[in-house]
């Protein structure tokens, strides 16, 4: 097999981590979640670019499952980052999440998740994502058949754990290796 110069992986997840950002946007322009759409958002604590309050950190250290369901503020939606004011044990946290940080995302209302390998290769925050095609190898996401490793951090809000759900609902999750040829 031909070396891969395109970089297709990279760019699947790319893309993929578009859809979380534009489930977000939708989010905004709706003014809130419709229906019973809820997101857990895991993402690492120590990515470049993420910004998380030291006490959270230091509780999480490597990553953080947040839910966006009743009682999120200030929700922005940028080109490579969201930006959500939550509250931890009733205090308003401010939380910027690089969109490269994401390792999974989880709309359990409808089974819908997705789940990304962390880049192998740390590049500077102030790159775009696309420059970072030509920088950073990465990997696709997997899937629950690909055994992704289960959290053992719970979500941070009081809703029920998603993964709990997982069990008796019809998740949809996307993996590259579906689209393939055998």
Known sequence: MAQDLMHYEQMTQLALRGVVRDAIRRVIREDGLPGAHHFYITFLTRHPGAEIDEALAKKYPEEITIVLEHQFWDLTANEDNFEVTLKFGGVPKYIKVPYTAITRFHDPSVGF???????REETPATISPLAQLQTAPAEAPKTKANGPEKSKKKPASKTKN????N?????KVISLDSFRKK
């Open 162 to 165: 998603p993964e709990d759900e």
């Open 113 to 119: 998740a997705l789940q990304f390998e962390p880049q």
């Open 167 to 171: 069990s008796d609902s019809d998740d």
